[in-house]
């Protein structure tokens, strides 16, 4: 799986977007961008995810440019409640192939919203 | 209503010791994994089990081995405790063709 590249920590403004850069320059074109989260002393829990195309759900909007080596996670407006941890992660996701589970979590970024 | 449970939620215990810690899902999920957080946060996967087989075991000493009675519970059984053994433990579920897996709170097991 392609490895990926994250700022280790970032601030937000209450109520403003928060963008998170993520790198994976060695990206391969059957791999697919992940975005989990990580709130103090909980589990790990899943944002987004795609592959080419740009995603939004309920929870943030994935921006992954065209040549596919980065990706922007946005959060529209941050609560106090998004503070966590944001792991990016690159891995090919298979039909029934159990591997997706083998998710390589980094260091992340420590993003912290101040009211 | 907890979606990925796990107990106990902390595990203090004397090196050497036998201990277990339970996980259970109630998402109908038919895949199961336990990952492992240590001290400098990094997470990584241990076991996975697809309908109650083994499906991935990432270089871990024979003293853990999971057990799973049916696809809605794996436990996780740790023999001769020693103090490397020591981090926060996290079950998860998914379905076998998502990528999506879900998270139990953690285990945080403390060996003296």
């Known amino acids: 799986d392609a490895k990926t590249t994250q700022p280790p920590s970032m601030d937000c403004a209450e109520g403003r977007a928060a963008n998170l850069p993520c790198n994976h320059s060695t990206i391969s074109g059957n791999e697919y961008v992940y975005w989990y989260r990580q709130i103090h002393s909980q589990g790990p829990q899943y944002i987004i995810h795609g592959l080419k195309n740009n995603e939004t759900n309920e929870m943030a909007s994935l921006i992954i440019t065209e040549d596919r080596k980065s990706s922007t996670l946005i959060l529209p407006h941050a609560t106090l409640r998004d503070t966590a941890v944001y792991y990016c992660i690159v891995r090919v996701a298979t039909q029934g192939g159990g591997s997706q589970g083998n998710l390589i979590f980094g260091k992340g970024t420590k993003l912290s919203v101040k009211p | ?112």
């Open chain 2, 1 to 112: 209503d907890t979606a990925v449970s796990q107990t106990p939620k902390y595990l203090v215990t004397q090196m050497g010791n036998d201990k277990s810690i339970k996980c259970e899902q109630n998402l109908g999920h038919d895949t199961m994994y336990w990952y492992k957080q240590d001290s400098k946060k990094f997470l990584k996967i241990m076991f996975s089990y697809n309908n109650k087989e083994l499906i991935i075991n990432e270089t871990v000493p024979n003293r853990f081995s999971p057990k799973s009675p049916d696809k809605a519970h794996l436990n996780l059984h740790i023999n001769s405790l020693e103090l490397g053994d020591s981090a926060v433990y996290f079950c998860a579920s998914s379905q076998w063709t998502n990528e999506k897996l879900f998270f139990g709170s953690g285990t945080q097991l403390s060996v003296l």
